[in-house]
């Protein structure tokens, strides 16, 4: 079973940085790709940015230009710098890992690590 654990999530003025770790018990090569999601109150699940296999990025257009997501497979993490938050970037980050099983996918999530970002 793989795990993802989460780190750095915290209270942060607006302006401010926070960088997101997510450790893999496993090697990120095994997954199709890696990412960021984030659900803040009474929204859905959303998608912030991911990194495929191959390193190709994709960024949800309301974080393009302010945050970074980057890997180091020595370690088997993933990071999310965040730069220039914003109230609105107040919400629980999860990581996601996909792999794919034949002609299934499976998903794994870590537990999640709360950023608020204050006005």
């Known amino acids: 079973q793989v795990q993802l654990v989460e780190s750095g999530g915290g209270l942060v003025q607006a302006g401010g940085s926070l960088r997101l770790s997510c450790a893999a018990s496993?090697?990120?090569?095994?997954?199709?790709?890696m990412g960021w999601y984030r659900q803040a109150p009474g929204k859905q699940r959303e998608l912030v940015a991911d990194i495929t296999k191959s390193g190709r990025k994709n960024y949800a257009d309301s974080v393009k230009g302010r945050f970074a997501i980057s890997r180091d497979i020595t370690v088997n993490t993933v990071y999310l710098q965040m730069n220039s938050l914003k109230p609105e970037d107040t919400a629980v980050y999860y990581c996601?890992?996909?792999?794919?099983?034949?002609?299934?996918?499976?998903?794994?999530w870590g537990q999640g690590t709360q950023v608020t970002v204050s006005s």
């Open positions: 496993a090697s990120i090569y095994s997954f199709n790709g």
């Open positions: 996601n890992a996909e792999e794919r099983d034949g002609l299934e996918y499976i998903n794994y």
